[in-house]
């Protein structure tokens, strides 16, 4: 059975008006991505797979001692890619997706809003590469929109789509991305919380890949404890209720 619980983030509510909320939310943002990708990104010469990369502006928030990013982009622009890299001291490498990366071969695995162009077949995909990718034990890390509970923001959320939908852009900040890791196999220990929910909300959180066993005959093998005969392995549903814990960086 995965461990869920929640994992917290200090979101101060609040503000007078429109532009506050927006500067305060874009502020709380970029610090949150800054919180989570230093906390999280291993040190050490982690080698670090960035589902995200867009033009780079993520690079600067990673380990100084980082081994390489390898940042994933069907379209990059790799001159703008690689001086931002070079600015942020961070070895970068490009591809336009991870079928080249050998399995269990990465310390972490980052998403920053990479999943709101995509349709719900290449999130699930973007899932499955990630729990390949990752070396047991290592985390996704995740910093995704989510669908608001505030019946008005989501309102908003939903003219945002619709408005994408008229000039044929595939646009999505209501995905439910907490349904879809627990969907995934691989994942065991995950934890989350929903952010800046005032105003732009984002689900953030870290999905742990399994240990393996080391005499298993394959790529991915869990480790299965032997069961009776008699007894019926209960079949994973995914989601236990949620503990709500105190973020404390772990």
């Not at 390489?68 to 990059?76: D, I, K, L, M, T």
């Not at 000039?167 to 952010?195: A, M, N, P």
């Not at 005959?217 to 105190?246: F, M, R, W």
């Amino acid at each position: 059975m995965q461990d869920v619980s929640r994992l917290y983030v200090n979101d101060e509510e609040g503000g007078n008006s429109g532009a506050v909320l927006n500067r305060l939310g874009n502020v709380l943002h970029q610090l949150i991505i800054a919180h989570m990708l230093a906390l999280h990104v291993p040190k050490g010469g982690a080698r670090v797979v960035d589902f995200s990369v867009g033009e780079g502006r993520n690079l600067y928030y990673y380990p100084k001692d980082t081994v390489q990013v390898v940042g994933v982009n069907p379209n990059p622009k790799v001159p703008m890619l690689e001086a931002q890299a070079a600015y942020a001291k961070v070895p970068i490498r490009i591809l336009p997706d991870v079928s080249r990366l050998p399995a269990n071969s990465m310390d972490a695995v980052v998403s920053v809003q990479g999943m709101e162009d995509m349709s719900d077949e290449q999130v699930e995909t973007v899932l499955r590469d990630a729990v390949r990718v990752l070396k047991p034990g290592k985390k996704f890390i995740y910093i995704e929109n989510v669908g608001a509970e505030n019946p008005l923001v989501l309102a908003a959320q939903q003219s945002i789509e619709g408005l994408g939908k008229l000039f044929g852009k595939k646009y999505t900040v209501t995905r439910d991305l907490l349904s879809f890791i627990l969907k995934t196999k691989g994942f065991e220990v995950i934890k989350y919380q929903v952010v800046l929910g005032f105003q732009d909300p984002h689900i953030v959180g870290i999905a742990t890949k399994k240990q393996q066993t080391t005499t298993g005959a394959g790529i991915g093998k869990d480790t299965i404890p032997k069961k009776n005969k008699k007894e019926k392995v209960p079949q994973q549903t995914g989601l236990s209720d949620p503990q709500k814990i105190e973020f404390s960086g772990q």
